[in-house]
C-alpha cells in the first residue's frame, strides 16, 4: 500500500498492483511499475495507477506515444488515447497523424478521440512566438506548447471529463523524462531521463508541480533503441519504423522556418557589422539570425582580416543592427552570464538563497540537448534571477529557456534567457 496524491491537494490509500511481466527482456514491469532510481534513495517512489484507474495516453502518432499506448494497454483495462489537433493550416499532416493514431489504437484495443486546441494554441503558443521574433529574440515554441497546451489545455479538458468519475485518472506522454515522487513529502519531482540522447526534461521545465502529480512518463527509464524494438518486436505497431517527427507542426515539411515566419512578420531591414563597425551587408530583420549560426554574408576573402567564415554574435535591437564575428570558436560567440526574466522555480522551497545549501552541485541547460555547464552563482533580480557559470558557453540566445538542475539530476527551475555576457560576476 502507497499513499498517491492528487490534484486537489487530497490522499488516498490505493493498492500497488504488479503485474504479471507479458515480455521479456523489455518488461514493463521492470521498466516502469516496478522501477526505482538506486541513486535518489528509498524515498522517492514511482506513482503508481490502481488497476481500475483510467490512463489516457496522449498520441501525436510517433512511435513514442504509440509504446506508451500499448504499454498500459497490456497492464490496464481503462486506457483510451487522445490526440490534439492544433494547427488546421497543416490538415493533410493532421489527418495522416490522427488515422496512424486510430491504426495504432486498433491494433491494440483501446478506443481514442480527437480533441482541438487550436484557438488555445493560437493564442498561447504561436502568437507569442511571433512577438519574441519580431523583437530579435529566438523562442523555443516547444516548451509553451507544453506549459500550455498539452500540460495545459488538456489536462483542463481531462479534469471536467473524468473529474467527477469515482476513479482517478491520469495522463500518459511519450517524453523522455522522469517524474518522482518524494514520499517524506509528497512532492512529485521531474528528472532528466535516464537515456541522454532523448533526454526532454528541458522542453517540460515550465510544467507546474500540481500537474506533475497527474502525469507518468513511461519511457524516462528506457532507450530509444529499447522503444524501436518494443514498437516492432513485442507489439508489431503500425508506428514502428515511422521516423522521428522533424521541426515545428506549423511548418511544411517542403518550406524554410524563415520562409514561413516571413508570412506573419515585416521585413526591418537594418546593418550587418563587425566588431570594429564595418558595415558588411543588409539583413531583413533581426528574426532571421540565430546567435551562434553562419552570418550568411559576403566577406572580402583576399583580405586576411576578414578571410574566413563569419558567424553571428549579438543582436543589437535598439540599433537594429546584426553583430558578427569571424571563425566559429571566436571567443565572442562565448559568454558565462546572463540575465533571465520569468523565472518560475518548480519546487517553492528552492530560492536563490539556498539552492547551493540544497544541492552540492548545479548545472544548467541553455538550449535542448546541450551538455550541461556548471553554475556557480545564482541571484534574485527584481524581474528574474541572474546566473553565472563556472566556465564559457557557446552560443547562449536570447528568448531560449534556461534550465536549472540539481542533485540526481532534478530540474529545479527555468526562466527566459535575455541577455548574456562574458567575464562579470555577479554583485548584490
Known sequence: MFTRRILSGASRRV???YHPLRYSPERFASSFLNQKTPSLGPAYVQSIPSADDEIIVAMSSGVDSSVCAALFASEYKNVRGIYMANWSQTKECVERDWKDVKSVCKKIGIPCERVNFEKEYWIDVFEPMINQYRRGLTPNPDVSCNRYIKFGSMIEHLAKRFGSTSRPWWLVTG??????RHEPTGKHHLLRGSYDPKD??????TVSAPVLERVLLPLGHMTKPE???LAKEVYDLPTSEKPDSQGLCFVSQKGSFRDFLGQYIEPNPGNVITQDGRVSGKHEGLWHATIGQRAGVEMPQGDEKYKGVWF???KRIDTNELVIVKGSTNEELYTDTMSVEDWYWLDPSIDCDNIFKTHEKITAQHRSLQ???EVSEVLKTNKGIKVKFKTKSRAIAPGQSLVLYGDHNRLLGSGIIMKSWR??????
Open 15 to 17: 493498492s500497488r498492483c
Open 175 to 180: 517524453h523522455y523524462a522522469r517524474i518522482m
Open 200 to 205: 526532454q526534461s528541458y522542453y517540460l521545465s
Open 227 to 229: 522503444v524501436r524494438r
Open 312 to 314: 553571428v554574435s549579438e
Open 371 to 373: 551538455d550541461e555547464v
Open 423 to 428: 567575464d562579470e560576476g555577479l554583485e548584490k
